[in-house]
Every structure is written in structure tokens, then in C-alpha cells.
């Protein structure tokens, strides 16, 4: 699997989960949901919990940090879609980040 794909990371769940084959109530009992929740998960109605990425790494035997970075960049593509952002102001905020960055450095 391919890490920073272009879907929804409840679309990522549903993909895992297929080609595990595993059914929507097993996995959703495996995270300690409900298959209802999961169900809503996996068609963007509801966002996963960042907690259990632990867990759902575990089942799939996935890095950790790739399944949080597919988290991450789906939450940041969420705000930037609900907030109609511009390029321009989504290059601002990559400045500020980088600002950021240089001046955590040199505190250090």
C-alpha cells in the first residue's frame, strides 16, 4: 500500500480492510466500534479517532508513522477543502510553518 494516497483516510480503512479481507463488523470490533461508526468512517461521514491509530496500525502491521502521516494529510486537506483556501494563503501558512521551524531550531 502506497503511503499519501489520494482518498479520504476512511476510503485508506476501507481499502486496508478489503484487502484484508476482513468484513466492516470484524475490523469494527477489532477498534472497539461499532459497525455503524465504522461504516460512517469509512464514507467521510465521521472522522476516525487519532487514538486508536495505534490499534489500527497494529491490525494491519503498518508503520505507525505512515498511517499518521495519511491521517495528518487528510485532516489538513479537510480544513484547506472546508475553508475554500487559496494557494496563495496555503504558501503563507507553508512560510509560517517554516519560520517555525528555523526558529524552534535556533532556541535549541
Known amino acids: ?14 481499502l486496508l480492510r478489503t484487502e484484508k479481507e476482513l468484513t466492516l463488523t470484524q475490523l469494527a470490533a ?6 455503524a461508526n465504522l461504516s460512517k468512517i469509512e464514507n467521510g461521514k465521521r472522522d476516525f479517532d487519532e ?5 489500527l496500525a497494529k491490525i494491519f502491521r503498518i508503520n505507525l508513522k505512515q498511517l ?13 477543502y472546508e475553508t475554500n483556501c487559496s494557494k496563495q494563503l496555503l504558501q503563507v501558512a507553508e512560510e509560517k ?12
Not at 487514538?51 to 490499534?55: A, Y
Not at 499518521?68 to 484547506?80: C, V, W
Open 68 to 80: 499518521s502521516n495519511e491521517y495528518l494529510t487528510d485532516q489538513i486537506g479537510k480544513h484547506i
Open 30 to 35: 477489532k477498534l472497539d466500534l461499532d459497525s
Open 1 to 14: 500500500m502506497t503511503s499519501l494516497m489520494k482518498t479520504t483516510f476512511g476510503e485508506y480503512i476501507r
Open 51 to 55: 487514538k486508536r491509530l495505534p490499534k
Open 97 to 108: 510553518a517554516e519560520y517555525r521551524r528555523l526558529k524552534s531550531t535556533k532556541t535549541i
